[in-house]
């Protein structure tokens, strides 16, 4: 759409919304506001981050979690747990070592590469 084009030339602010459908995400697009979203296409909008420490980026496929105002991306394995600031952690944490692993979810555990 060529409004979205447009929007850098004409000095207007980027800002990054997500479509909430069911708590999850649909889509993402680039435009003023979340209200000229849902003007333009209908449904709800939520304002996502890119480069924020404390916020999740919405990619589609995402949870929102309106109670945190934030994202999380699927669950990888079901024994991974979402932490308090919306990141999947797993139950067992990365070994610091330094070497390459992979979770196991069967043994729920890291197993070398």
């Known amino acids: 759409m060529l409004l979205f084009f447009l ?3 004409l000095g207007i602010s980027q ?10 995400v649909t889509q993402v697009i ?4 979340a209200e000229l979203a849902n003007k333009l ?11 924020d420490s404390t916020k999740n ?6 949870r929102y979690y309106s109670e945190k105002q934030n994202f999380s991306s699927r669950k990888p394995f ?16 990365y070994p610091s070592d330094g070497k390459l ?11 070398e590469m």
């Open 7 to 9: 929007i850098p030339a």
């Open 78 to 93: 079901p024994s991974w747990i979402l932490d308090e600031n919306c990141k999947w952690q797993p139950p067992v944490p």
């Open 30 to 33: 680039v435009v003023e506001s």
């Open 41 to 51: 296409f209908g449904g709800n909008w939520v304002e996502t981050f890119m480069n």
């Open 101 to 111: 692993y992979n979770w196991d979810e069967l043994t729920h555990c890291w197993k």
């Open 57 to 62: 980026y919405a990619g589609i496929g995402s």
């Open 15 to 24: 800002k990054y919304y997500a479509k909430i459908e069911a708590d999850t």
